[in-house]
C-alpha cells in the first residue's frame, strides 16, 4: 500500500521559516516528479513547487525567490523549505508523487496545515 505521509506543518509568524517533508512508502517503481501543492479556504489547489528525479525544479511565481524544494531519491523524500512566509501562504499543503511512464501513477498525502500569522 502506498503512503504518502507529511510532517512539518504548523504556526509561523510572518517573515519567519517552516520546513515541510513528505516521505513516500510502499512505491514498487521509480518516482518521477514528487511536488507541493496548496489549497487555502476557498480556493482551488494549485501548484508551489515541483522537482523531477534529475533535480529540475519548478516554482509557482508568488513562492519563487523564498522557497526551495529538493529531495531525496534513496528515502523517497521531498521537501519544502519555505523562507519569509507571508500570510498569504497559509494553506493545506499537499504532497504529490507521479510517475510518467507505465506503470503511470499519481499519489497524493493527506495534507499539512500552514498557518502564518502574528
Known amino acids: 500500500q502506498v503512503q504518502l505521509v507529511e510532517s512539518g506543518g504548523g504556526l509561523v509568524q510572518p517573515g519567519g521559516s517552516l520546513r515541510v517533508s513528505c516521505s513516500v512508502s510502499?512505491?514498487?517503481?521509480?518516482?518521477?516528479?514528487m511536488g507541493w501543492y496548496r489549497q487555502a479556504p476557498g480556493k482551488e489547489r494549485e501548484l508551489v513547487a515541483i522537482?523531477?528525479?534529475?533535480?529540475?525544479?519548478q516554482y509557482a511565481d508568488v513562492v519563487k525567490g523564498r522557497f526551495a524544494i529538493s529531495r531525496d531519491n534513496a528515502k523517497n523524500t521531498v521537501y519544502l523549505q519555505m523562507n519569509s512566509l507571508k500570510p498569504e501562504d497559509t494553506a493545506v499543503y499537499y504532497c504529490?508523487?507521479?510517475?510518467?511512464?507505465?506503470?503511470?501513477?499519481?499519489?497524493w498525502g493527506q495534507g499539512t496545515q500552514v498557518t502564518v500569522s502574528s
Open positions: 504529490n508523487a507521479r510517475r510518467l511512464d507505465f506503470p503511470r501513477y499519481d499519489y
Open positions: 510502499g512505491i514498487r517503481f521509480r518516482i518521477d516528479d
Open positions: 522537482i523531477t528525479i534529475d533535480g529540475s525544479t
